[in-house]
């Protein structure tokens, strides 16, 4: 009898102390809840934190290419100035060997530096610039027969005429139609037009 007292006596203690480590070491459902919700924010944050960074590396990695690949000036660059005079209305293009200073620029740079022009084309190896003016180029003539030679005159703006250059093509070997327009004189506009005439009398 005592024994089986004791049995059962021992059998309660253990499912006593069972149950006793089962409400002790069972998680509180809010606790759990609290830590899946915290560690959600966390990952969410880090995530977060993440595209920025890559997106910023993007965003570095766009205006590092844009920068290397960004056409500048050679050395070796051709320079032009077009002017075109309203008066006449004629346009001048004026070659010459790329200035000092402007070698490695890109077209941003340019534009600061010639702030009254206009960049008609900008290559590494070409620059051309634009411009408007008021009045008339210098570049009208007006071709003569002087005792028998064939001369040049520049009319000046005033609209006079400036001996430019005596030849020495003689009128008397030309024919008759051009002895009759040297006499009148004839008017060109231009070098290019000017050295074909003189080439045609030639």
Request: contains cysteine.
């Amino acid at each position: 009898m005592n024994k089986v007292i004791l049995v059962m006596i021992c059998i309660i203690v253990i499912i006593g102390a069972m149950f006793t480590a089962i409400m002790i070491f069972k998680p509180n459902k809010n606790e759990t809840v609290q830590n899946v919700t915290t560690t959600k924010v966390s990952e969410e944050e880090i995530l977060d934190d993440c595209t920025d960074e890559y997106e910023q590396m993007q965003e570095n990695q766009i205006l590092e290419e844009t920068s290397s690949n960004e056409e500048k000036i050679s050395p070796n660059c051709s320079f032009t100035i077009k002017t075109y005079y309203k008066k006449c209305g004629h346009t001048i293009s004026e070659y010459s060997n790329l200035p000092e200073g402007l070698v490695n620029l890109n077209k941003e740079q340019l534009q600061e530096k010639y702030p009254n022009y206009e960049i008609e084309k900008f290559a590494s190896n070409e620059i051309i610039l634009y411009q408007e003016k008021e009045g008339e180029c210098n570049e009208h003539y007006i071709v003569k027969d002087k005792e028998g030679n064939v001369v040049i005159y520049k009319i000046l703006e005033d609209g006079t005429n400036e001996e430019y250059e005596v030849t020495r093509i003689a009128t008397e070997y030309l024919t008759d139609t051009d002895k009759i327009n040297l006499k009148n004189g004839i008017r060109v506009n231009g070098e290019q037009e000017l050295n074909q005439l003189i080439e045609d009398f030639e």
